[in-house]
């Protein structure tokens, strides 16, 4: 029985207990002899006291100062003064690490702050220890300012620590919560830990755990990678990495297991080992996520988890960050690769390709004086995406020196996404109510015209495979007047336009050929339309095309394009110039006829105009350097254009509803790969087609030469020359001063190449050894027209263009000086043979298929069996062998190889090609002549719908 | 819940909301026990938990280290001393449903306080010295579950540290007696 407490007992036990125990039992008997149950409470207790010795006592195994309340915490690691921890006064705990607890702590020798970290006891195994301490020392070797500095490392009461200096700040994860990153505050932070991993790479230490949660940011902003290489130090020596990254550290924290699978590279969760380009693969996954706001890789469960590492693809950025610019999209995805040797090879890359994103992005807010710091919001993941883009009201900008504003149609504008198919949309067109939209896509196999409902989200496929090839350079497809109907045309421009019922129906012919692009005034009583004779002569007609009269052509060379009304029907806008050489301008010219004025300045790709009103035009244009096409607007009366859309995205059509308030626009993100078909007896197909493997991601123009293989990496704005040899590629020339818009011409030794830049606002030629190491400029009189090629003994260039006197064919002295003219009339894309005996070339570009002619090197002409070849891209090479010409034939979607005996001159076709979704531009043989290599573009776009305000 | 939304409920029960402990309890409960499960399961071998650690980890899990208030960690002791003081006669009940004789923990369990400690009785007497002498329970609670020195309590209760050692030697006293009932006088 144990009574209750009284306060008398209490009071008397304690007075006893305040006396030597000899003396209680007398105490007690004098005080309370009147008392003697209380006596015998007392004494039983205090018995019970005795007896009880050091129960219930708190156990504290370590030696505290009795000075002051010190938080517990700081019991558990008090270092003595004299230790090498005993000159840090630790502060508090910061948190706990998967592998051990972070303290911080004052360094009182040096007065600053650090930050303490003890490893988990766990890691006491004797070789663990000295590994830890080799590699703690080799990470300390490192000196970045985006690797967490190291002090000092030690051992502490069977504790190994870590001294690092302190950040004032918070991991990744939380900084992305609290601050919700703009696209360029992604780039920006992650390009210094980019450059931090490269930094380690180079010094032979890969990280291993690369996470939001290892990447500090500080409270100014800078980021501090940290924990090097510290995961291979919780492994026992012979554990697979799966086991150590998922179970070594912090099994008691369920949540950590799960989200450093999430990390894992698919080798790593193979069991594999880890090298350099499995941190390259982590910090994809980290960009991925930040820029997502999900992870690349989810699942129920670690093992689910891994299974998406290993097989799952990641849903594509575009989807989840369309406001992320193409080059970083194209990265996270290229460092997210499966297989290793897919990504990017070293941090280098990565770290190159975010700095680019960190520019582009800076440029594009000084561009315009006042700028709204609109955020783009994480999107939700619906089809149809809403993209509110903050855009600045007015610019102020120079043109020509004058200084003057103008309005921004597209600011405060709505932006949706119209599409979700998969490959590409071309061509997009709105009808003048603004209510149905129709384009071109692939969603189903080869280009097919569908219509749309705006709002709706539904496509109806129109022609489901009935009309091929519509995929071309002019417009093909469009509104009638009345809103009833749909013109479409092929590509084959033999052919009639057509035009059907909107909902689908049987076509019939609206214009014969050679008619093109025909677009009808606002209110329906006119059509306009041009033809492809010489000149492109632009007619205007009655509604249904009765009363043709031509109202202009342009010389044979001109061509016009894309005519569109002006809401009044006061003006009739082109795109007018040579095309070939991107040369082009927006002009208007009355209905009526008269001479055409001039509108814009750009001298490059122009297309699409849009009227929104009467003193605006929308239009895509490319920039001098070839990138692009942007989207830019027209001040009709001022004549300034400004450029309108932002970011890397390319604008590749752009149409306008009748009241101007909502546009169509395709925007592109093409996809540009080098493919391989082999030279066989038998005629090769789409099925002998295969990928050539290059580190690139992107490559176009492919050019043999010694033993390397030159391309150039598309890259939107900044195309680079690179140069592919022994399995690495390197850039070797940058085209940041424009950018490179024809096949390289590599010399027959690999050692040195020629290319065409843009220079003072004309195409020139530009010659460089293989490494790029000696830049130098050639025929500076020479305004230079196609991709230039190389004489087979090095001495010569051959290339097309025009000087004073006219066109021709021209050969310039790799030593310089004057270039030396070959021929007269329009000339391009030559070719020389291997014995140096002959120049094959294409000539007068006439209706689109300029014939295939020969000169000698001294100027004579030569004969030449009747071939034509296509006018886009470089379409002959020849045989590394010498006895045979290689030649590119064949509209719309049959791409065909054929090959000229140059000893027989008969014919024969190698390959019919007919991936209808991709455009071929350039080839070329591989030195010993077994295959043809060519590039394939494939374009990749979406349709943006685009709602101006009121 | 985040873990700022705890030290608003700690500062709300330092301004006197009862209420505010009933919500804070089962957090700092739960929380505990996933760590004392850990540990219980044995998965950290070596390492015998001390309760100090305990509430230490929790403490630090829960509380933003960033803005200690001493109120704040005062009443987090006390909450933490009564949610070790819960998981320990929970793990104890278990224990002793399966052994069906003294609810000691062994030593190798690694959750070891005291060994030879009968939780369950020791549960028992401190509810009903809680009964009558509410502020003497505290103090046992605050020493035996939460570790705390003689002048730990004293801040954290807000008495002399000599009130304190009163206190405890008597509560000390009284609880062995009563878990000594048969083998002392």
Known sequence: MNPRLKPEVEAAFAAALELPRSERTAFLAREYESRPELRTEVESLLRAYQDAGSFLEPDRPLHRSNSQWNPPILQTFRPKPGTPLGSYEIVGKIGEGGMGEVFRAHDTRLNRPVAIKFLHAEVADENARHRFQREAQAASSLNHPNILTLYEVGEFEGRQYLITEFIDGCNLREWARKTQPSVRQIAELLSGVAEALACAHNAGIIHRDVKPENILVSKNGYAKLVDFGLAKLMEPPDSSDIETRSRGRSATRPGVILGTVAYMSPEQAAGKSADRRSDIFAFGVVLYELLAGERPFTGKSDVDVMYAVLHKPPRPLAELRPDAPVELRVAVEKALEKEPGDRHQSMCEMAVDLRRVRQFARLDVTAAATTTRGRLRLLPRVAVAMLAAAMPAVWWFGYRGASSSIANPLANAQFTRLTDFPGTELDAAISQDGRFAVFLADRDGPFDIFLTQVGTGRFINLTQGSVPDLHGSLRGVGFSGDGSEIWFHQSIYSLPLRIMPLLGGTPRVLLGPPAQNVAWNHDGTQMIFHTLDPGDPMFVAGPSGGNPHKIFAARPDVHNHFPAWSPDGRWIY?????????????????????????????????????????????????????????????????????????????????????????????????????????????????????????????????????????????????????????????????????????????????????????????????????????????????????????????????????????????????????????????????????????????????????????????GTRAEWPPITVQRDGERIRFLPSGSGLIYMQGEGSAQDFWMLDLATKSTRRLAHLTDATMFMRTFDVTPDGKQIVFDRLRENSDIALIDLPR | MAEHEITRLLNRWGEGDREALDELMPIVYSELKRIAAAYLRGERPNATLQVTALVHESYLRLIDYREPKFENRKHFYAVAAQAIRRILVEHARRRHALKRDHAVLPPDSGFVIQPGVDVLALDEALTSLAANAPEKAHIVELRYFAGLSISEVAEVTGTSPATVKRNWAVAKAWLFRALNAGAAG
């Open chain 1, 574 to 858: 082109f795109s007018s110039g040579n095309p070939i050489v991107n040369e082009m301008d927006l002009w208007r010219i009355s209905p009526t006829g008269g001479m055409p004025e001039r509108l814009t300045r750009h001298n490059s790709y122009v297309a699409y105009p849009a009227p929104i009103n009467n003193s605006t035009v929308l239009y895509v244009a490319r920039d001098a350097d070839g990138a692009g096409p942007w989207l830019w607007s027209l001040d009709v009366e001022r004549k300034v254009s400004r450029r309108i859309s932002f970011g890397l995205e390319r604008y590749t059509s752009v149409a306008a509803s009748g009241d101007g308030r909502r546009l169509v626009a395709t925007v592109a993100n093409p996809d540009a790969k080098l493919w391989s078909v082999p030279i066989l007896d038998r005629l090769a197909g789409e099925r002998d087609v295969k990928p050539y493997p290059l580190p690139s991601v992107r490559a176009l123009m492919p050019r043999f030469g010694g033993d390397s293989l030159f391309y150039i990496s598309s890259r939107g704005a900044g195309d680079g020359l690179w140069r592919y040899r022994n399995g690495e590629a390197t850039e070797i020339w940058k085209g940041a001063t424009g950018g490179l818009l024809e096949p390289p011409g590599v010399s027959a030794d690999g050692r040195h190449v020629a290319f065409v830049v843009r220079r003072n606002g004309n195409l020139r030629l530009r010659m460089d050894t293989a490494d790029g190491t000696d830049p130098r400029d050639l025929a500076d009189s020479l305004a230079v027209r196609g991709a230039p090629c190389w004489s087979p003994d090095g001495k010569w260039i051959a290339i097309g263009g025009h000087d004073e006197k006219g066109d021709g064919l021209f050969k310039i002295s790799v030593e310089g000086g004057t270039p030396v003219r070959l021929t007269s009339g329009p000339a391009a894309n030559p070719a020389w043979s291997s014995d140096g005996t002959l120049i094959v070339y294409a000539g007068a570009d006439v209706g689109g298929l300029p014939p295939l002619l020969a000169v000698r090197p001294d």
